[in-house]
């Protein structure tokens, strides 16, 4: 069955720190794939998506994230972490085809500490 | 350029009841998906309109149902409401031309069922 993993819950960091909040996928082919961002009481918001060519994307809010074929990640990064960033972080994909339905991980909380 | 928008932001219904909730897509967007978010869960994927018909549907039941407007608003109806309906609902629009699936969202209707 196809699915998405974030393997973490939770990820805590200090502020200016690096972030790495980790995402795996089962998924036949090459497949689209995103991380969106969420809120406390707000929808989801589009951070960033690999299509296809070069491994590392950048996104918005400085965020980038790391696609690794044979891994099959695409781990989301940032390089100094601001409390602001604290928030619920989603990976999800979208295999190749003509369903178009996105397959989403459980999400992680992203507690960043001042 | 307006958003996603949804109505109502927040709901209280009761056990046996039904709701309706309504979701506005991004100006230019043609397709309009449903989503259910259970508290610390990630999205479940409730159905997708496009061209006012129901074009793909998850693991949901037929309590659940929807419509899609001329004007590619789209509404939700949940009926014989059960206490595990309570959740954030998403709407999410975004264009059937896209073949990357991009979507936008919507803030979510806060649902309560007592």
């Known amino acids: 069955a196809q699915s998405v993993a974030q393997p973490e819950d939770q990820v805590n960091v200090a502020e200016g720190n690096p972030l790495t909040v980790k995402c795996t996928y089962s998924v036949s082919g090459n497949p689209y794939l995103f991380w969106y961002v969420q809120y406390p009481n707000r929808g989801l918001q589009f951070l960033l998506k690999?299509?296809?060519?070069d491994n590392l994307v950048k996104g918005s809010y400085g965020f980038e994230a790391e696609f690794n074929k044979s891994q099959t990640s695409f781990h989301l990064k940032k390089p100094s972490a601001l409390v602001s960033d604290s928030a619920l972080y989603f990976c999800?994909?979208?295999?190749?085809?003509?369903?178009?339905?996105?397959?989403w991980g459980l999400g992680t909380s992203l507690a960043v500490n001042p | 350029d307006a958003g996603v928008t949804q109505s109502p932001t927040h709901l209280i219904k009761t056990r046996g009841q039904q709701v309706t909730l309504r979701c506005s897509p991004k100006s230019g967007h043609d397709t309009v998906s449903w989503y259910q978010q259970a508290l610390g869960q990630g999205p479940q994927f409730i159905f997708q309109y496009y061209e006012e018909e129901e074009r793909q549907r998850g693991n949901f039941p037929d309590r659940f149902s929807g419509h899609q407007f001329p004007n590619y608003s789209s509404e939700l109806n949940v009926n014989a409401l059960l206490l595990g309906d309570s959740a954030l609902y998403l709407c999410?629009?975004?264009?059937?031309?896209?073949?990357?699936?991009?979507?936008?969202f919507g803030p979510g209707t806060r649902l309560t069922v007592l």
């Open positions: 999800a994909v979208r295999p190749l085809g003509n369903n178009r339905k996105l397959i």
């Open positions: 690999y299509i296809t060519g």
């Open positions: 999410a629009s975004s264009l059937i031309g896209d073949p990357y699936n991009e979507q936008f």
